[in-house]
């Protein structure tokens, strides 16, 4: 049978960010050092392959800290934790390892500094996601108030409207939070936001490619795990730009091959915390049912690359 041609557009910079690298490199490193079991608080990012290949190697995944024995080390995954957790574990002389992305510390500091200066934070994230409930919980409760939406902004009962400052989850919709932000100064014109986009450059990047794609494409697959917030948003990126079809895809399996009937130029994508191995594994399926072009949209070149902590690094 002879196979219909079709383009892929493969979206450059996809897959993992460079916290994400640093959090799986530091589970495994713990590993090296300490030997199994090390227990990580919460997946450390948010895909299945990732946990499964990690608890193979001898991490214990929990959702809390009093899950963990105390004589085991802990690591905190890079989404974040509140303060309370590392305080804990500090009580119960456990060894812990903060896993948390450099960028989303920096949200938390910025927060802490905006607290000490007698300004309210209002964070702009998804209720209930991880680093959400990390950064909230670098402040007592009350002095951070979160909204999801412009609507939310008429809602919100503050302080003092001349005191307040904001800060955003780091994997937001860039262009669903200008419109948050207007809407915070719109109501309060004295409120205070970062000077750099709380928003990471990983996000920002792999937006723009995905928007790039959108004008070309009359589909896309983004490879991802369906409560990762970051490749969740590249599909509405997508869907937004005006892409018919965008599809969140765990590994090839999931691809809806039907809704594919009749596509001639797809996109593919992946969100931070989805594996390359797993893109290959779709570019593979859809060369087993089409005649490829494969063709790289570029949009960005990204060499940014964390330090790992010295307690990983340190021999034990
Ligand atoms: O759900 P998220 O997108 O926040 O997390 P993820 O594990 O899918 O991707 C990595 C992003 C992190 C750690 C948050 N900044
Ligand atoms: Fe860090 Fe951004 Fe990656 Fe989150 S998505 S881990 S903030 S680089």
Request: proline share 6%.
């Amino acid at each position: 049978m002879t196979k219909s041609p079709l383009t892929l557009y493969l979206a450059a910079p996809r897959g993992f960010c460079a916290g994400v690298d640093r959090a799986i490199k530091i589970v495994e490193m713990a590993l090296g050092k300490w030997g199994a079991p090390v227990y990580v608080r919460h997946e450390i990012v948010h895909n299945k392959y990732v946990v499964d290949d990690l608890r193979a190697k001898g991490a214990i995944f929990v959702e809390e800290l009093d899950e963990c024995p105390d004589d085991r080390p802990v690591i905190f995954s890079a989404h974040g934790v509140p303060k309370a957790v590392p305080a804990e574990a500090a009580r119960r002389e456990m060894i812990y390892v903060d896993a948390t992305c450099p960028l989303v510390s920096k949200v938390h500091i910025e927060a802490e500094r905006h607290a000490e200066a007698g300004m309210q934070i209002v964070m702009i994230g998804h209720a209930g996601h991880p680093e959400t409930i990390g950064t909230m919980g670098q402040l007592p409760p009350g002095e951070v108030l979160l909204v999801e939406t412009p609507a939310d902004v008429a809602g919100l009962d503050v302080r003092a409207p001349d005191r307040l400052a904001f800060v955003t989850q780091t994997t937001l919709s860039v262009d669903d939070t200008t419109e948050i932000v207007a809407a915070l100064k719109a109501r309060f014109p004295a409120i205070v936001g970062p000077h750099k986009k709380d928003i990471c450059y990983a996000t920002t990047n792999r937006q723009e490619a995905v928007k790039t794609i959108a004008s070309r494409a009359e589909a896309m697959l983004v490879v991802g795990a369906p409560n990762s917030s970051n490749s969740r948003r590249l599909v509405e990126v997508g869907r937004k730009a005006g892409c018919g079809y965008a599809q969140l895809v765990q590994r090839a399996a999931d691809i809806d091959w039907r809704a594919l009937d009749g596509v001639r130029r797809l996109g593919l994508t992946a969100g931070a915390s989805a594996p390359e191995v797993l893109v290959n594994e779709v570019i593979d399926a859809v060369k087993a049912r089409y005649e490829v072009t494969l063709e790289t949209v570029e949009t960005a070149t990204e060499n940014v690359e964390f330090k790992l902590p010295r307690t990983v690094r340190e021999p034990a």
